[in-house]
């Protein structure tokens, strides 16, 4: 974003926010290993730790975008989260129209709150073992969407490189 805005300084930049447990089982993995490594993450020697390197890349990445955006004056940057958008999206829509200076009016208000749909994929973390993450990233990734951690699952604790399986709970 810095790049963009020594071109466009005057920019809005609207950041939405997924889900990172559900972004660290997506099928496509292309931001992590084309990105990952300036961020501090390597792919994965093993498929079974594309998950957890997926979540790491997820919140560094989201982290690293958050604090850009909070260098920018308010009415520049806007954050997103994409699952309450989709689940009750009258307030984003109409935060979103405000931060654009949009006056969409209500048949038109009324139509954008129609479209955000609660996608297939949201949820998909829920048929995978949690113990491939670490827990900081879990917590992380629930902080920088302004949630609570995922509930009650089982992941992983990391110290020193060791993990060491926990409960987290709310």
């Avoid at 290993?33 to 390597?42: A, D, E, H, P, S």
């Avoid at 949630?147 to 990391?158: E, T």
Wanted: a positive charge.
């Amino acid at each position: 974003i810095e790049y963009l805005l020594r071109y466009f300084p005057d920019l809005k930049w609207i950041h939405v926010i997924r889900n990172g447990l559900d972004m660290a089982y997506s099928d496509n993995q292309r931001q992590l290993f084309q990105w990952g490594r300036i961020l501090g993450v390597n792919p994965p020697d093993s498929a079974e730790m594309l998950p957890n390197a997926s979540l790491k890349y997820w919140v560094k990445a989201n982290r690293r975008a958050l604090d850009l955006g909070r260098e920018l004056p308010s009415h520049q940057f806007m954050s997103i989260n994409f699952d309450q958008l989709c689940s009750d999206p009258d307030g984003d829509i109409q935060r979103l129209l405000d931060f654009l200076q949009i006056d969409a009016g209500p048949e038109k208000f009324t139509c954008l709150c129609s479209l955000p749909r609660v996608p297939d994929s949201a949820g998909r973390y829920r048929r995978h073992d949690m113990r491939v993450f670490c827990e900081d990233d879990v917590r992380s990734g629930a902080g920088l969407r302004g949630g609570s951690v995922v509930g009650r699952h089982r992941v992983q604790a990391c110290r020193s490189n060791r993990h060491i399986a926990t409960r987290l709970s709310r």
